[in-house]
């Protein structure tokens, strides 16, 4: 199956500050990648996708970019704020039939 | 995106013993997969139930441990067969609705095997 990374596990930014987070994919078959964020103890929730024909989607102060020669893929959150501290994980499928998640990124937004 | 019930939402069971869980949609969904996340770690994709016929594993899953049924677009069941301990985790339910569509998550089962 594919196999995602993600970098870094872990994040600490300030608020107002922006975060980061990137992923790398090994399957070039892989065309449509989402990102979820996960708070404690609940399911895993989309924040933004983007399928492998866009190079870049952006929804308010979140921003995903794709580069589909290189195999990456990062989440770009501007103006962070408090409740965007939770888990993020990246995934990658290959046409919606089977779904490979990234090991996740605990980000910590400091008031 | 659809609503996923899930059940049960944790349980403690015996080692050798075997639980169930269920997933309902609210709505007709195209693919549904089953998942294992241990607390604090990334989800690992266990198998594709597909309807009316046997669920496609990923690696280092089996059939005899974990069997799945999915006898219609809405329903699915996993059942975690002769647990042991290891099996501790929690697992969750998903479905989309066609290619390149989100996938969407039931609220998990805790399962603790002691």
């Known amino acids: 199956g594919e196999n995602v990374e993600q970098h870094p596990s872990t994040l600490s930014v300030q608020e107002g500050d922006s975060a980061v987070i990137k992923c790398t994919y090994s399957d070039s078959a892989s065309n449509y990648f989402p990102w979820y964020k996960q708070e404690l103890g609940k399911r895993p929730q989309l924040i933004i996708d983007?399928?492998?024909?866009?190079g870049e989607k952006k929804d308010q102060r979140i921003a995903v970019t794709l580069n589909k020669t290189a195999k990456h893929f990062s989440l770009h959150i501007t103006e962070t704020q408090p409740e965007d501290s939770a888990v993020y994980f990246c995934?990658?499928?290959?046409?919606?039939?089977?779904?490979?998640f990234g090991t996740g990124t605990s980000l910590t937004v400091i008031p | 995106s659809a609503v996923i019930s899930q059940k049960p939402s944790r349980d403690i069971c015996q080692r050798g013993t075997s639980l169930t869980i269920q997933c309902q949609v609210d709505s007709q969904v195209t693919m549904m997969f089953w998942y294992r996340q241990q607390p604090g770690q990334s989800l690992t994709l266990i198998a594709t139930a597909n309807q009316g016929s046997e669920a496609t594993y990923e690696s280092g899953f089996v059939i005899d441990k974990f069997p799945i049924s999915r006898p219609n677009l809405t329903f699915s069941t996993l059942t975690v067969s002769n647990m042991s301990p290891e099996d501790s985790s929690i697992y969750l339910c998903s479905g989309n609705r066609g290619p390149n569509t989100e996938a969407f998550f039931g609220q998990g089962t805790r399962l603790t095997v002691v």
């Open positions: 995934a990658a499928s290959i046409q919606g039939n089977q779904f490979y």
């Open positions: 983007i399928r492998s024909n866009v």
